[in-house]
């Protein structure tokens, strides 16, 4: 008896069906947002160049305010209306104007990524390149939150939310830079995002309007009715499944780095000592660890090398670099610390030191800081150029042989998987890749033929 008077309270709560408008006014007002003519046609055109633009300055403040005047809500919601009340004649005018809508948005962002002087591809416009199974989700769960806000009263701020959590535009703006630069697969990332959004969006809508009770409209026949929902729901599984793909990867690599941050912070931390920089070669099966102040010794190496299994790093060779450089620093900055401690007056002794130790930590951050970046990169590698088996990135100096001065760049070697090399196309796709990825002046980029 207690378990049902807690089930009808729980029912009282969660019951949306009272505030339910009147479904023929809710129908109208969803069809009516469909069309995309005039007004609504010049307001999208004009939100995908604000869109692109704030990709282009990498703006977030921009791009908020281009999802927020997008109204490529209307034929997906749409979509999702027409499918769950059995309207095919809505159905037929709503994915009609949703490749309308596509087609003019992603050339009106290819014409102004190709007019623009700025063609480096930000962190807000890579961001929208290798979709996973949370955009499944955060899509889902903002069409179900847009559909049960257009059915009800009260919808507050609901649907400016979704336009935003969901993210339309941007991914559109992104295929279009990847035609205009002829990215292809910054397109295909951009694209099958877009379409991640819209399929979830939309059977997100189906849901609701189902969970809501609406009339359907009666199919000539029922394997009509059999067919459509068959052809939905293998929509909605050939969507997801790179998805999951994506994510499993993604959620590995993750995993991975985490137990190499808590093997170096439990097994090789210790008073005295500071631990600058790691890299993982994964082809080499090679774990990096530059170390400097109070020495690692051998032994200790010894015994963090055995314990790696219980990390996850089974297989894995620990090298510790530890050198002069490191020693040098961690001398000064005692020097320092005993200075400014015993308050010696001596300020240009404190002034020399100072500098001192800044410049030999600019000089380790320098040789140590593209370690770091090709391990932040290796994701985008993987995804954007999976014939990449490895990459290596290096601070190169070149002193030639008259009086000029030295050159400083950055080298970049390459080793692909066997039988996977890279044609000459996507070779000039790289370079241009790793030249925005590592702001460099100057790179070079190396082929290893050893593989």
């Not at 985490?258 to 082809?283: A, P, W």
């Amino acid at each position: 008896m207690e378990i049902s008077n807690i089930t009808k309270t729980i029912k009282v709560y969660f019951n949306i069906l009272p505030d339910k408008e009147d479904e023929q006014e809710i129908i109208s007002q969803i069809s009516s947002g469909v069309s995309f003519r005039g007004a609504n046609l010049w307001v999208l055109i004009f939100a995908i160049f604000i869109a692109s633009l704030g990709l282009n300055v990498n703006s977030t403040a921009v791009i908020i305010g281009a999802m927020l005047i997008s109204p490529l809500m209307g034929p997906i919601i749409g979509m999702g209306l027409a499918v769950g009340i059995n309207d095919l004649e809505l159905l037929r005018r709503s994915a009609k104007n949703y490749g309308v809508a596509t087609l003019i948005s992603v050339l009106t962002a290819t014409v102004y990524f190709l007019i623009s002087p700025l063609s480096e591809a930000q962190s807000e416009l890579l961001a929208r390149t290798s979709p996973t199974l949370y955009d499944v989700l955060i899509a889902f769960c903002g069409g179900a939150a847009g559909i049960i806000a257009l059915c009800t009263r009260g919808k507050g701020n609901v649907i400016p939310g979704v336009a935003i959590a969901t993210a339309l535009m941007p991914p559109l703006c992104t295929a279009g830079f990847g035609l205009a630069t002829g990215h292809w697969l910054y397109f295909l990332g951009a694209f099958y995002l877009f379409f991640i959004n819209t399929v979830f969006i939309a059977l997100a809508t189906y849901c609701g309007v189902r969970f809501l009770h609406f009339r359907q409209h009666e199919f000539t026949s029922s394997a009509s009715g059999v067919r459509a929902r068959r052809m939905m729901i293998a929509l909605v599984v050939l969507t997801m499944v790179p998805a999951v793909f994506m994510t499993i990867h993604i959620v590995r690599q993750s995993v991975f780095n985490n137990n190499v941050n808590r093997f170096i912070k439990s097994e090789l931390q210790q008073r005295g000592t500071q631990i600058i920089s790691n890299s993982v070669d994964k082809d080499s099966l090679k774990l990096r660890i530059v170390a400097v102040g109070r020495e690692i010794t051998e032994a200790h190496q010894q015994e963090a090398q055995k314990r790696m299994e219980f990390y996850g790093l089974d297989g894995y060779e620990l090298r510790v670099i530890q050198g002069a450089q490191s020693d040098s620093l961690m001398l000064l900055n005692s020097e320092l610390t005993a200075l400014t401690t015993s308050r010696e007056s001596d300020r240009q002794k404190l002034m020399k030191l100072t500098a001192q130790v800044s410049s030999l930590g600019a000089q380790l951050d320098e040789y140590t800081r593209y370690e770091a970046l090709a391990q932040d990169i290796q994701g985008e590698l993987s995804t954007l150029f999976p014939q990449v088996g490895s990459l290596s990135l290096s601070r190169v100096t070149e002193v030639p042989n008259d009086t000029t001065a030295a050159v400083h760049y950055v080298a970049a070697i390459i080793r692909s998987h066997h039988a996977k090399q890279l044609s000459k196309a996507e070779v000039h796709k790289l370079r241009e890749w790793l030249q925005v990825r590592t702001k460099a002046d100057s790179l070079i980029v190396a082929f290893d033929e050893n593989e």
